[in-house]
């Protein structure tokens, strides 16, 4: 019976302790109010919608879903629609109530949605949320710049209500099934980070508007084996060396006139992303391969494009958050690559300097960057440019910052060593304040970093609380270890999960190799055309670097897990190294690469999948090798690494006869949600661990 004050129900009930934490920061441009989404407490599954006002560090809140549920009769979750469920798995969204808003350009209306309804709320909180007439069963509710209008989408529909004279008009609609309108297709939300399909014109008048025809890819069926009554769910799923949505875009009036943007779309089929500002419509096209991204200014009246800059890599070019954007004077903001730094560059003369890798940029004002970046991999600090300045920390500098910025007003949260959770402070001339965190606060995990091995990959080590010296600890290999993502950072926060398997009596060792971010491009590339013998070995690297540091760790008793990646990762470790790894837990792991999607896929391996770079980074031809414990877990509705993946390693052991375990959760999705699964889905590991590894 599991413990019902013991960790694994905390992370479950608290979401893996996200819950009551402030989060979605927004300040407005003259920097007198911050906007922000929190639970009411550390178990509260419902987001909220608040203000902080800056003068006084009072807080307001501004919407409350279950308030408005209760006046409403609306029934949570159980009415959103399918679109805004599929946008929430693609964002890993898992909480309920306020997910996201979005306001005009002063930040004085706000747009959020709720049970699949559009309302409205001013800052000055002075009346409750109003709803829009008929905006039911939406998502992407979208403030225009002047505040006046607000767009939605509705089954694929873009619609526009005016607050004026109240009235809610169809800008555009689907001409065919299979097309949509104003949304994100699969790759731009799942790969690029791009959640949205329209952006409003800086007057109102008009909208950039994507078109996604889904028509070409393929259909897969993902089934509920535990109801065999209801139908499998249709997906549109871009597997790798396959065809992809066929995106287009356009400049749609809100008298309904429309403008086809026009660009090489066969060479650069990728959409990356569009923003409109002051000086015009902008958008982000990307080749299939990846090598080469296109800026491009477009013309409003005539949708002709004119390439403000093209980036090429011989490898990739890498999508930055934030940018392409344009400073008052229009100059160009961007991301790119010199000297193997990740550096931001205005008008194409650098302004960060050698080794500093840029993140991400928060925010770029009329004469003002503020970004994240990393000196040392493990830490992510917040930085400010003006061309009169330069650059200013304004994080610490170790630890893992984020920021937002309006105005006068900087809110940085800070994550550090020696705490858990988030400082959320808010900064400006003469006034400082703290946005309060309800979140749950577990025990400090006690971590130790270093660099290990020949490329000093940054390796983690975290012993039982109660470890006596002297005592040999079987080993716990925990990784992601793969690209777009770390688990060594300098946050005691990112090891609580890691410290409950410690305290369970294991010396839990975490290794991020070769491909993961935070070192710079040459380090991420070396991924390239095979995804499976470097991560491998840097694991290895960073298992023989921990052992020799920490006398008790047991190099005879080496257990191995991970999710996603991390889970390909565990079945490769048993795989093709048992002499090293004596037993693994691959959670929603990619056995095959062909079995995922495009745009992830093939800037590592390439499209053609026959290539000798799929077979070197599959699992499946290695499946008669195995001769060491592998349990399989996998969501049956996963629609990003689709359950296939362990069904057909299973089937190629089961060929083999080579004997495994697979745990499949029904309903579950990549992650898994439900408070019973995931609290007792880290009991089993632990019990799994315990018997393959000989421990009492």
Known sequence: MTDPNGFPRLYARTQRFTLGAPRTITVSPDGATVLFLRSRHATDPVT???????ADGVERLLADPRAIAEAEGLADDDELPEQERARRERTREQAGGIVGYTTDAAVRTIAFALSGR???VDVAGAEPPRPIPGATGITDPRVDPTGRATAFVRDGALLVH???????????????????YATAEFIAAEEMNRARGFWWAPDGSALLVTRVDDTPVDRWYISDPANPGREPARIDYPAAGRPNAVVTV??????????????????YEYVVDGRWDAHGPLLTVQSRDQREVLILAVDPSTGETTVLHSGTDPEWVDIVSGVPARLRDGSLVRAGTSDDTHRLFVDDVAITPVGLQVRG??????????FTASEEPTSITVHRWTRDEGITLLSEKSGVAAAANGGETTVITQRGHGYVGAITRVARPGATHIIGSLAATPDVPTVEIFPAGPRGVRTAVILPRDHVPGTKLPILMDPYGGPHAQRVLDSSGMYLTSQWFADQGFGVVIVDGRGTPGRGPAFEREVAGDLAAPVLEDQIDGLRA??????DLDPGRVGIRGWSFGGYLAALAVLREPDVFHTAIAGAPVTEWELYDTHYTERYLGSDTAAPSYRRSSLIPDAPALSRPLLLIHGLADDNVVMAHTLRLSGALLAAGRPHRVLPLTGATHMASDEVVAENLLTLQVEFLRSTLGIE
């Open 48 to 54: 909220c919608l608040w203000a902080l006002d800056v």
């Open 118 to 120: 559009a309302y409205l």
């Open 162 to 180: 005016d607050g004026a004279d109240a009235r809610t008009d169809v800008l555009v609609e689907p001409e065919t099934p299979g097309v949509r």
């Open 250 to 267: 356009e400049i749609v009036g809100i008298d309904g006139a429309r403008t086809p943007v026009r660009w090489n779309r066969e060479a």
């Open 361 to 370: 940029v928060g925010s770029v004002g009329t004469d003002s960057i503020v």
């Open 546 to 551: 921990a052992v020799e540091r920490f006398e």
